[in-house]
């Protein structure tokens, strides 16, 4: 496993934050020494490094090796992930190399999702709820209320080749509102 793809600034993937993104893969790899002097040059101007894959990130056992590998002392790192191991993530966050987590739920948020959600906050990290817009209906999302109370954003994603009403977006983010006042369209 390593980093196969590096994208500088992103804005899109958790708005309103400034981050750089790593991608993890079993592919062929970038050098991790490059990657880590963009970073180095740019962490003042970044919120986070996030750290994505194509699976889940969380199902790479060596994940923290390639986070240590890239992130500049002092920058947070954010998970993007559909949290499907707890258990790497406890690890990650108790060992400092988890600060914050974008978890993408698919039609309801999962049994290891909910362990995830209170890992990070019995640990004091932020986390975002992210929901693809065409897969839900308010009643979906308001399910969800209960079990991600304490989340800083909630995003709906807006696909291109799945477009969305005005109307039924909007009771998306109207019941999205149950959950937190930060509520985001991307």
């Not at 240590?68 to 400092?96: C, E, F, H, N, Y």
């Not at 362990?115 to 019995?122: V, W």
């Not at 800083?152 to 509102?177: C, H, Q, W, Y």
């Amino acid at each position: 496993m390593g980093i196969t793809g590096f994208t500088r600034i992103d804005t899109v993937t958790v708005p309103d934050r400034f981050m750089a993104i790593v991608t993890v893969s079993d592919s062929e790899e970038m050098d991790p020494e490059e990657i880590k002097a963009v970073l180095e040059s740019d962490k003042s101007s970044l919120d986070y490094l996030g750290i994505r894959s194509d699976s889940d990130p969380l199902m790479f056992a060596d994940l923290y090796k390639n986070i240590k590998s890239v992130r500049p002392k002092g920058m947070k790192v954010m998970l993007i992930s559909q949290g499907s191991d707890p258990a790497t993530l406890d690890d990650l966050v108790g060992a400092g190399y988890v600060h914050a987590m974008d978890i993408l739920v698919d039609m309801e948020i999962t049994e290891e999702q909910k362990k995830c959600i209170s890992i990070l906050e019995d640990s004091g990290c932020k986390y975002a709820i992210s929901i693809k817009a065409a897969d839900h209906d308010d009643e979906t999302v308001r399910r969800m209320a209960s079990d991600c109370k304490g989340c800083s954003m909630f995003i709906i994603r807006l696909e291109k080749d799945r477009p969305v009403k005005k109307g039924d977006l909007s009771a998306l983010t109207g019941a999205a509102k149950a959950i937190t006042w930060n509520v985001r369209a991307s």
